[in-house]
C-alpha cells in the first residue's frame, strides 16, 4: 500500500475552490469516476480521493463515493491493530447518521487518530480526529492485471 499512500502524499495541500472556479484535479477525479462535481466546495470528496487514488494504483475501491461505504468494498481485510496505510472509516454527526470520514490510517494515540485524506480542512492533509469516533479499519487488495 505504500504505493497509494505515497500517491496521495505527493497531492497533499491540494485543496478545493469555492464556488464556480473549483480546483481542475477535483474535477478532474470526479470525471475519471463518472461523478460530475460542479462546485467542489459543496461535494464531500473525502471518499471520491481515495477512491481516485486507490483505482490509479490498481486497489478496490469504493464505487459509491460514499465514506462508510469502504467498511462493504469486496472481501476487505478487516483490520484490529491498523498499520500505516490502512483505511480509517470514521463517523460524521452521530456514530448513527449515514454520514462519515474516511482516510489512510498514519498514526494513533490513546485520544486522536491521524488521517491522510481528501476534504479534511477543504484539502489533502494529516488531520487528526476523535479516537472514539472510528468505525473500523481495511486493507484493501490490488486488482489482478489480467
Known amino acids: 500500500m505504500n ?12 485543496h478545493e475552490v469555492a464556488g464556480s ?9 470526479g470525471k475519471e469516476l463518472g461523478v460530475d462535481i460542479e ?18 494504483n490498481n486497489y478496490e475501491y469504493n464505487k459509491q463515493f460514499n ?3 469502504w467498511l462493504k468494498i469486496d472481501k476487505p481485510i478487516i483490520v484490529l491493530k491498523p498499520s500505516v496505510g490502512d483505511i480509517v472509516v470514521l463517523w460524521r ?6 454520514e462519515g470520514h474516511v482516510g489512510i490510517f ?5 485520544t486522536n487518530v491521524w ?20 468505525l473500523g479499519f481495511r486493507q484493501l ?3 489482478s492485471t489480467t
Not at 472556479?21 to 477525479?29: A, D, G, L, W, Y
Not at 462546485?39 to 490509479?56: E, G, I, P, V
Open 21 to 29: 472556479k473549483s480546483n481542475p484535479f477535483i474535477i478532474k477525479m
Open 115 to 134: 488521517v491522510l485524506g481528501g476534504n479534511q480542512g477543504n484539502m489533502i492533509s494529516i488531520a487528526p480526529y476523535k479516537r472514539e469516533r472510528i
Open 93 to 98: 454527526v452521530s456514530p448513527d447518521s449515514w
Open 67 to 69: 465514506a462508510r461505504g
Open 106 to 110: 498514519i498514526n494513533w494515540d490513546e
Open 141 to 143: 487488495h490490488k486488482l
Open 39 to 56: 462546485d467542489d466546495s459543496t461535494f464531500a470528496w473525502c471518499s471520491l480521493a481515495l477512491s481516485y487514488f486507490a483505482k490509479r
Open 3 to 14: 504505493d497509494l499512500l505515497l500517491d496521495v502524499l505527493s497531492n497533499y495541500g491540494l
